[in-house]
């Protein structure tokens, strides 16, 4: 993995469950993100996406283990449900079989 590599990983969500406390949990789907940073001890800096409607996460700089990525274009069966940023996937996916 180097800086700039393109990667699915699954973001943290800040989801509030009362007006004045909010718990994190991690997407059940993949997102695309690009490497901005490796900070070693096998941990990753990566930028998701800019999605097309409110980001449900803070922060669009998440830090992932290596073993969480994915390479961008995965078919595995964990990385074969893009949720419903299925359209925009399979128009990066095809863009990117073009450019190979």
Do not use: N
Not at 57 to 76: A, D, N
């Amino acid at each position: 993995m180097r800086i700039g590599d393109r990667v699915l990983v699954r973001p943290i969500f800040r989801i509030p469950v009362r007006p004045w406390w909010a718990e994190s949990y991690q997407s059940p789907f993949y997102y695309p993100g690009t490497i901005a940073e490796i900070i070693g001890d096998g941990r990753v800096r990566v930028e998701l996406d800019e999605p097309h409607h409110p980001a449900p996460w803070e922060s669009p700089l998440q830090t992932f283990h290596t073993t969480e990525i994915h390479r961008y274009g995965c078919r595995c069966a964990e990385c074969g449900t893009p949720g419903r940023d299925i359209y925009r996937f399979l128009a990066d996916q095809a863009r990117l079989a073009q450019d190979k």
